[in-house]
């Protein structure tokens, strides 16, 4: 198949250099605003052509979540792989990130954490690992704008075995304080200004910390990046004045090809059953 072929949404690429081959996660479901079904995971070798799809993650029957399964992110941490993935929890309906894990890439993961290690009483997603430079695993999570009308991107220190917090989650910024995005327009909340954070993802470019999250424009999706002016995960946190994409596209990750080129991967549009994911040189965005 190629990529044109393959409704996902929340792309992310994990490169495996021994084996040569790329491995393609993402929301799978059909419709994922509903019942959840699991993960596919999809194989390449070429970033052209793709083989799949492969469960790689299906519910146990006493599992916490039925729907909205959201945005695997798959780590290889400490000889393991890992899987960071939202759900709605059953128990209070309320949206919360969660650790699975497995034996091989392709799975099967089972979940690891007890439930969401975001906030119980949070509406939170699109939690991503970061390992900080004295080696601490972080979670970066977005506080829902459902939930709080300007949304946030937090981060929360875990313990050393991904299994659950470790502290409190602190505040990296408001989506309002980026100056490319504009309130986001919903029925549900008439009269409310509600700016919207996404799909968080964090990198390194020539030392500096970036990190590339998604909002809206007029309420067209769209990729903004911000650079933490310490280095450092707490910040203080500041913007690019224009995104990086706004063709009705975001929730991006970056990652490097076996040739060594830095790519970014995002899905667009932000409609369903018509999202797919689209590559692009990650030079020419931040230039």
Known sequence: MLLSEIQIRDPYIVTDREAATYYLFGSTDRDIWNEGTGFNAYVSTDLKHWEGPHAVFRPEADFFAEKNFWAPEVYVYQGRYYMFATFRRKDNQLLGTAILDADHILGPYRLRSDGPVTPTDWSSLDGTLHVDKQQRPWMVFCREWQQI???IICAMPLDADLTAAAGEPVTLFHASAA??????????????????????????NDGQLCMIW???????????????????????????????????????????????????????????????????PLVPCLE
């Open 149 to 151: 009308g300007d949304g």
């Open 214 to 280: 998604a909002s809206f424009i007029d309420n067209r999706y769209a990729l903004g990046l911000a650079i933490s002016e310490s280095g450092a995960l707490q910040g203080p946190w500041t913007h690019r004045d224009r995104p990086l994409y706004n063709s009705d596209g975001g929730h991006g990750m970056i990652f490097e090809t076996l040739e060594k080129e830095k790519m970014l991967a995002l899905h667009t549009p932000n409609r369903t059953p018509d999202e797919r994911t689209i590559l692009i």
């Open 179 to 204: 100056p490319w995005t504009t309130p986001f327009s919903a029925e549900r909340y008439p009269g409310r200004d509600n700016y919207v954070t996404d799909g968080p993802f964090l990198f390194r």
